[in-house]
């Protein structure tokens, strides 16, 4: 097959942007021919609220010189314009919801305007997938027939060693932005004890924030930008992955944590409820409660044999969201649309 895969986002940390480069690379190894278009290789305006307007002209204007195509597949609403110009069978792919992703970023009324495009593009599409129940269910009320497909990674890149930076570590790794709850992050990392030890790594609009609690405490650490292998070895070297986030689809970080063997501590919001089963495979708590996150933290850190049990849990289940099983149902679910 010929496939086309269309995504605001590339490399880095991100979800998406690791979600297209896995079914790439799963793809090519089976012979498939996989073009990308990308923020990589498309002009896209590097100012926050221009990014992904400046990536849908862009990609629109771009995909109409992509010819001979047998699957069209955009990821995230912003790549979903760019399938009118192209020849094809069209597939768009949903991480979250994208209003109420938005309504998180930047209130009601900017939400209820992206309402109005969210159901212009999916309409532009022959198929339809999302990552979550909660993705399914908001779709389907919607009108719009929906496949789920979960995010995936890639079980061979998890390191088997790596090396501890501090006792009681703890680590964050994601966008660092209000809908992943950095906000409920500082406010807990600014009552954190100081043996307690915290691992910001990413970036984002809240990267300031955390630069400031990171200078008035010693034992908050930024990290910055990091490369995938080395955040990999940061989780498996860490006793807790935070995840406190307050909207969120089928996590990749959370399934890299299980992957690692790293116990986690995250929001009890649909999407993460999905993977992580409260006290068994990892602990849920209230979202946007600081205290609620630092009193689990500080039971946890102090209860070894629990994030172990609930690690080596999370350890089985994740090999359901390897990219050998998660691919075959993209390439299952491609062949009965062409066919």
Same mark, same amino acid.
């Given at each position: 097959?010929?496939?086309?895969?269309?995504?605001?986002?590339?490399?880095?940390?991100?979800?998406?942007? =690791?979600?297209?480069?896995? %079914?790439?690379?799963?793809?090519? #190894?089976?012979?498939?021919?996989?073009?990308?278009?990308?923020?990589?290789?498309?002009?896209?305006?590097?100012?926050?609220?221009?990014?992904? @307007?400046?990536?849908?002209?862009?990609?629109?204007?771009?995909?109409?010189?992509?010819?001979?195509?047998?699957?069209?597949?955009?990821?995230? %609403?912003?790549?979903?314009?760019?399938?009118?110009?192209?020849?094809?069978?069209?597939?768009?792919?949903?991480?979250?919801?994208?209003?109420?992703?938005?309504?998180?970023?930047?209130?009601?009324?900017?939400?209820? *305007?992206?309402?109005?495009?969210?159901?212009? &593009?999916?309409?532009?599409?022959?198929?339809?997938?999302?990552?979550?129940?909660?993705?399914?269910?908001?779709?389907?009320?919607?009108?719009?027939?929906?496949?789920?497909? @979960?995010?995936?990674?890639? %079980?061979?890149?998890?390191?088997?060693? !790596?090396? #501890?930076?501090?006792?009681?570590?703890? *680590?964050?790794?994601? #966008?660092?932005?209000?809908?992943?709850?950095?906000?409920?992050? %500082?406010?807990?990392?600014?009552?954190? @004890?100081?043996?307690?030890?915290?691992?910001?790594?990413? !970036?984002? @609009?809240?990267?300031?924030? &955390?630069?400031?609690?990171?200078?008035?405490?010693?034992?908050?650490?930024?990290?910055?930008?990091?490369?995938? $292998? +080395? &955040?990999?070895?940061?989780?498996?070297? !860490? +006793?807790?992955?935070?995840?406190?986030?307050?909207?969120?689809?089928?996590?990749?970080?959370?399934?890299?944590?299980?992957?690692?063997?790293?116990?986690?501590?995250?929001?009890?919001?649909?999407?993460?409820?999905?993977?992580? $089963?409260?006290?068994?495979?990892?602990?849920?708590?209230?979202?946007?409660? !600081?205290?609620?996150?630092?009193?689990?933290?500080? +039971?946890?850190? =102090?209860?070894?044999?629990?994030?172990? #049990?609930?690690?080596?849990?999370?350890?089985?289940?994740?090999?359901?969201?390897?990219? =050998?099983? &998660?691919?075959?149902?993209?390439?299952?679910?491609?062949?009965?649309?062409?066919?």
């Amino acid at each position: 097959m010929n496939i086309l895969l269309i995504s605001p986002t590339s490399g880095g940390i991100g979800g998406i942007a =690791q979600h297209v480069d896995g %079914l790439s690379q799963f793809l090519t #190894r089976l012979g498939h021919q996989v073009d990308i278009i990308s923020s990589a290789n498309t002009l896209t305006i590097p100012i926050k609220r221009l990014q992904n @307007p400046s990536f849908m002209i862009s990609s629109f204007l771009k995909t109409k010189f992509k010819k001979n195509n047998d699957i069209i597949h955009a990821h995230h %609403l912003a790549g979903a314009l760019a399938m009118k110009n192209a020849s094809g069978k069209k597939i768009l792919s949903i991480h979250g919801v994208y209003s109420k992703n938005i309504a998180q970023l930047y209130g009601k009324t900017t939400s209820n *305007i992206s309402k109005k495009y969210e159901k212009t &593009v999916l309409n532009l599409a022959d198929a339809i997938t999302v990552n979550s129940n909660e993705g399914y269910n908001y779709y389907t009320e919607m009108g719009f027939n929906v496949v789920q497909i @979960p995010n995936a990674i890639d %079980l061979n890149i998890i390191p088997k060693k !790596s090396t #501890r930076q501090y006792e009681n570590q703890i *680590i964050f790794a994601g #966008r660092l932005s209000k809908e992943k709850g950095v906000e409920i992050l %500082l406010e807990t990392g600014a009552h954190l @004890p100081d043996n307690y030890h915290l691992l910001i790594a990413g !970036s984002g @609009p809240l990267e300031e924030k &955390v630069k400031k609690l990171a200078a008035k405490k010693s034992n908050i650490h930024y990290l910055g930008y990091q490369q995938k $292998q +080395d &955040v990999l070895s940061f989780i498996h070297s !860490s +006793d807790l992955l935070l995840q406190p986030s307050l909207e969120e689809g089928i996590s990749s970080t959370i399934l890299e944590a299980m992957g690692c063997g790293t116990c986690i501590l995250a929001s009890n919001i649909e999407g993460i409820s999905e993977v992580v $089963q409260n006290g068994k495979t990892g602990v849920l708590v209230e979202p946007n409660n !600081s205290n609620a996150l630092l009193n689990e933290i500080q +039971d946890l850190l =102090q209860k070894k044999e629990k994030r172990l #049990r609930m690690a080596n849990e999370g350890l089985e289940i994740v090999k359901q969201y390897d990219w =050998q099983e &998660v691919g075959k149902l993209y390439l299952n679910f491609y062949e009965s649309i062409l066919n």
